[in-house]
């Protein structure tokens, strides 16, 4: 089966920028490393900050 290779959609840098911050910000209020936070939003496939911090309490709930 042939697969096809599709682009990245082009970034805003100015999006890229307010991500970013967004997600150091989350990062440093639950005291998790920022790379946590872009991997639950990897496999959550979203950036709402609720969903996030859901996840973020299940991990904790888990220690």
Do not use: F
Not at 3 to 16: F, L, N, R, S
Not at 57 to 62: E, H, L, S, V
Request: charged share 35%.
């Amino acid at each position: 089966m042939a697969q096809t290779k599709t682009k990245p959609e082009p970034v805003d840098p100015e999006t890229a920028a307010k991500a970013e911050t967004e997600i150091a910000y989350m990062a440093k209020l639950h005291r998790v490393s920022p790379a946590i936070i872009r991997e639950i939003i990897r496999q959550t496939g979203s950036i709402e900050r609720s969903t996030i911090e859901r996840e973020i309490g299940r991990g904790k709930a888990r220690r």
